[in-house]
């Protein structure tokens, strides 16, 4: 086909240089004019060429863009392809996936109920546990307050049986005084008896307050003892001498004026003690045998001083000192016959803590 278009193209150029000097049979032109027959073929025949030629080169032109198109069209179906063969890597990949997260969950599920069946387990272990301990607790609180209760019984008890004894002993009383009573009533006396028993009493009372008065001008003059006139071992003495018959308040004065000659301080203060714990003032016994142990505790009055503070600070009341000094005498002087009588007075105690 290219050979024809050659040919025609030749032929075109070679006609259409041979013109007229006045331009007719010019066939280049748009309108020629003075064609022969031959020229009109000729001419025809070139337009026809050109309209060939013109289709030919929209032809050319549509054979390219359908190049185009179809390269286009290659390349997105390759394009396509590839994405295709990504989806189904991705859909291979999704669906690994799924069947692996469906086992996951399976694995999952199945330990999730090994997990709450052995929660389950634990939590029913936990509440027979608690259960028994919350019993065994409340058993022995139970059997705390019942032997609590048994204990405040026996107490009562006790205190019942004391009131019985109590109330034995003064309606016991209540009888020996009923009797007396009746004693009295039945040896009742006359005016004349009355007369004779009221001169009786005041002779008495004459002579009770003759002897008084005597022993009321005794102490004055022992009151007034002259201390100048005797020596300090002189005056201890005569305080000890007091202390035998009797005469407290006399030998308190005499170890008194002692203590502040500073002649034998540690048993001027025993003997003080000694006086006030005769006279029941136990607080100033107590205070005087603490001084003595102050000044010196080796001295051979010791085991009384221990004993006697013991008993005056039961006389106080103060029981816990009082046991203190009473285990403190045995221990240290256990042969001596203080620690005797120390240890009856204990048990005593213990006795009546115990009641």
């Known amino acids: 086909m290219k050979r024809i278009f050659v040919y025609i193209a030749l032929t075109l150029s070679l006609f259409g240089e041979e013109v007229s000097v006045f331009g007719a049979g010019n066939l280049n032109s748009d309108a020629p004019y003075g064609l022969t027959q031959t020229e009109k073929k000729i001419y025809e025949n070139m337009q026809n060429i050109r309209q060939l030629l013109k289709e030919k080169r929209q032809l050319e032109s549509d054979i390219k863009e359908l190049k185009n198109t179809i390269t286009t069209l290659q390349t997105m179906i390759a394009s396509l392809g590839k994405r295709s063969k990504e989806n189904e890597t991705k859909i291979e990949t999704l669906t690994e996936d799924l069947k692996e997260n469906n ?156 203590i502040k000659q500073h002649y034998r301080p540690a048993t001027d203060n025993f003997y003080i003690g000694e006086c006030y714990y005769f006279l029941g003032d136990y607080q100033s016994a107590i205070a005087h045998y603490k001084e003595s142990v102050a000044i010196y505790d080796k001295s051979s009055f010791m085991p009384t001083l221990l004993l006697h503070s013991g008993n005056s600070l039961e006389k106080l009341d103060d029981i816990e000192q009082a046991k203190r000094f009473y285990q403190t005498l045995i221990q240290t002087y256990p042969k001596s016959k203080e620690a005797k009588k120390a240890k009856r007075h204990l048990e005593r105690l213990e006795k009546l803590i115990k009641e």
């Open 103 to 258: 086992l996951i969950t399976e694995i999952s599920l199945s330990n999730i109920k090994k997990d709450i069946n052995k929660t389950k387990s634990q939590v029913e272990k936990q509440k027979k546990e608690t259960k028994k301990t919350l019993n065994q607790k409340i058993k022995e609180e139970f059997q705390k307050v019942n032997h609590a209760l048994q204990q405040q019984e026996e107490r009562l008890r006790k205190i019942d049986r004391g009131f019985n004894r109590e109330f034995k002993r003064i309606n016991k009383k209540l009888v020996a005084i009923g009797k007396k009573i009746e004693k009295i009533n039945s040896n009742y006396v006359t005016q004349k008896q009355l007369d004779f028993v009221v001169k009786k009493f005041n002779s008495f009372r004459e002579t009770v307050i003759g002897e008084f008065e005597k022993l009321a001008k005794n102490s004055n003059q022992e009151d007034s003892y002259d201390f100048s006139k005797h020596t300090n071992l002189e005056i201890f003495k005569e305080g000890k001498r007091k202390i035998e018959i009797g005469k407290y308040k006399e030998a308190i004065k005499l170890f008194s004026y002692l």
